[in-house]
């Protein structure tokens, strides 16, 4: 019977052994196992040269080969696997011992108090504890998760902006070309004057003055292009000189749409990883309260014996251990304090966040609204008017009905006007480029970065060369929309002064 009794202590401590987790830790591996759900597509309507092939494959190449998406996943990896440890059983101890009647030799298998020990102990968490720490990781797991989604959103929009950029810069070395053919044909007029004696000497001189300007700002645009060059290839994962063939210009874009507030606002907190996180860490910290309440009640610890005599009958031995928490108020009882007062921490950190995206979502609809109808504008009629001002103008002081300073004026008024359409344009792609990365950068601000030390969503491109300064009405949308008479990043001098 006694060794019947002892079979069954060792079955039924096998059994504590290799038990199952809890339900509530089995849905948290469960969970943890499962990929994560796909969130929700960027708002693509409000991008309208998202269709532009080179882009497409930029953003491929992006996403595939960037190291701060890799080390996110990674991350995200590590995250996964704290959860199955933290509904994890804690390991056995195994004790081995030895009892002994006197020091004249060994009397086991002699003595009936003499014999050899193996035992087992057990630790066992209170039931629920398992459950409510794997719930807590997988909660921690979801916020990488969320974390994630922010690093792809931010990696896609320094894709745009850097795209955006290098457009703009070459769409304003095109216009610096064909600056410099205005500025060659009213040489060429100021020259036949001058040789006609109809016109004076520092009209030409002025002329050429400018058309040596144009050496320098050609050289200051290049530099600039060549940074943005360099910035997407970073981006992409190519050596940083490697060329890149666009066929776009800002000019053929068509302008972003502008949404309604109301929707965008929804459209916005829907797909808010900051949002979602600050959410998942209210759920997260209700957790942490049931946890440090459940810890108020004692841990259990099951031990088993087997001590073998040698010749005579073994002897086992089975036991139940109960910590006493007698230091309750001072430990168990402050964590719970700590953890409701996190909890409700939580809570006002979602609120806040709601308070600031919809301040962001206000902002960037009201700037872009003032940037389409600027751009608009450019597009309908202000170009055409600057343009054919610049050629009457020219016109007339070939006949010598005005002076060479309005020729000076209506050229300059035209680069300016041309200037001015691309910054207003690129400004309000910006805008858009922002409302689909739901930054919680303010609208006249930067856009996000992976490599920003700051909230995600916000601060300047990673790697990329000075955005362009000012911005139609005052204003620059992310990155740095820059006005006409506004001047390029780089720190060349605008193209609009003379």
Known sequence: MPRHAAHLALALLAALLLAAPGAAGAQAQADAAAPPAAGPPPAAALLPFDD???????????LARRPELRQVDRLLRAERERVPQASAFPD???SLGIQNDGFQGIQIGKM???????????????PGKRGLRAEVAAAGMRLAEAGASRSRLTAEAEVRRAYLDLLLSRDRLALLTRLEALWQKAEGLAR???????????DLLRAQLERNRQRQRRWALE???????EALNRLRGRPLGESLETTRSLADLALPSLPDEAGALADAERRSPELLQATLQTDRAARQVELARRDRWPDLAVTAAIMPRGGLEPMWQAGLS????????????????ESEARAAASGDGVEALRQVLRQRVGERVALLGSLIEAAQLYRDGLLVQSRATAESTMGQYRVGRVTFASVLEAVGGAIADEDGALQAAAAAQRV??????????????GGGSLASGGVPG?????????????AVAGASSGGGGGAAGGSSGGGDASMTKM
């Not at 530099?223 to 060059?229: K, N, P, Q, T």
């Not at 916000?458 to 000012?470: F, I, K, L, Q, T």
């Open 432 to 445: 858009a480029i922002a409302a689909a990365e739901v930054s919680l950068e303010p609208a006249g601000g």
């Open 112 to 126: 009936e108090t003499s014999f050899w020990q193996v035992m087992v102990t057990q630790p066992i968490p209170w």
């Open 458 to 470: 916000a601060g300047a491109m990673a790697g990329g060369a000075p955005a362009s300064g000012g």
């Open 52 to 62: 532009d092939p080179v882009l497409a494959e930029l953003l491929e190449e992006s």
């Open 192 to 202: 036949i004057r001058y040789e006609a004696g109809e016109g004076a000497q520092s």
């Open 92 to 94: 056995p101890v195994l």
């Open 223 to 229: 530099a600039e292009a060549r940074i943005r060059l």
């Open 322 to 337: 109960v910590s006493l928490p007698i230091f309750s108020s001072s430990r168990q009882g402050r964590a719970v304090a």
